[in-house]
């Protein structure tokens, strides 16, 4: 008895040797892969903060220690700085997108959750097909469309696509996330005479906050980095209705030679801010939101 409880007693301490062991190595890698994701924006911030005599030095800390914030002030205070108009139409833009989408979405999936017809499930399967097709296959085509429509030149083609459905991959997260909804509450709301809109509103949507507002949030980074879309019917920074992806490219890039470095990662910065406070905010809701779809799907 007393062998066997020695070796039931070293077998522990080797397990749980092995378990200490796993979950170092496991955090040692979960730590170089931050520090990878992380040394890009880090970089960027520093020579941000670097005066423009120490920008030809090509360092990334300032040798005299100083904290420049002129490239910041830059930005918003330059006599060509339209800074601020690129800022609110991205914002204007996000805002409608990110309230839109989610609430199109919601309800095409709860006709596809909740609701029986005929042809429902090979209707749901095109919806799902959509998103095997490459968006730049249909860039040409959209673009003549909304030519037709008169649209060029005005932010409609950034936000109006998105009300029409809200996106394949939305539907069917949000659809997913309906599936867990028990029947029997719709039943009873409808035997109270509620009709089909009126259980969308007061009971799904309250009930599927969290995978909207991960719909919602997503679809606000969608919007406020697409570059392509702004280029495409804009053409020019110089359009009054140009966003931040398109004037930071075109007034900070690597096209304009008249711009130090600090100035361009100090623009970047604050293109990259609004997104970080954004996921800081609603990072429990986010990760509710994927794991109870999981769990639910």
């Avoid at 109006?160 to 719709?186: S, T, W």
């Avoid at 949507?205 to 495409?232: E, H, K, Q, R």
Wanted: aromatic residues 14%.
């Amino acid at each position: 008895m007393e062998q066997t409880q020695v070796l039931n007693v070293v077998l522990k301490k080797k397990i749980s040797g092995k378990s200490v062991a796993g979950k170092i190595g496991v955090y040692i890698l979960l730590i170089a892969l931050a520090v990878f994701f992380i040394f890009p924006t880090f970089v960027m911030i520093m020579i941000s903060i670097l005066p423009d005599n120490e920008i030809p030095l090509q360092v990334l800390f300032s040798p005299s220690g100083t904290i420049y914030l002129g490239a910041y002030v830059e930005i918003f205070t330059g006599s060509s700085s339209d800074f601020m108009r690129y800022l609110f139409n991205s914002l204007l833009i996000g805002g409608i997108t990110a309230v839109g989408v989610p609430f199109m979405a919601a309800l095409c999936a709860y006709g596809f959750a909740k609701m029986e017809f005929k042809g429902k499930e090979i209707m749901f399967g095109i919806v799902l097909s959509t998103m095997m097709i490459p968006s730049v296959v249909t860039l040409i085509p959209l673009q003549t469309i909304f030519m037709r429509l008169g649209w060029d030149n005005t932010t409609f083609p950034m936000w109006v696509p998105g009300l029409f459905g809200g996106g394949a991959v939305n539907i069917f997260l949000i659809r997913q996330f309906m599936r867990g909804i028990p029947n029997d509450m719709v039943n009873a709301a409808k035997i109270d005479g509620a009709n089909s809109f009126l259980i969308f509103i007061r009971f799904m949507v309250p009930l599927c906050f969290p995978i909207m507002i991960y719909v919602a949030v997503n679809s606000f980074i969608g919007s406020w980095s697409d570059f392509i879309t702004p280029m495409t019917y804009l053409g020019s920074a110089d359009n009054p209705a140009a966003t931040l992806a398109l004037g930071i490219y075109e007034k900070y890039g690597p096209n304009n030679t008249r711009i130090y470095a600090n100035v361009s990662m100090a623009a970047g910065v604050l293109m990259t801010f609004p997104l970080a406070v954004l996921f800081f905010v609603f990072q429990r809701s986010l990760i509710e939101g994927v794991a109870v779809t999981g769990l639910k799907g």
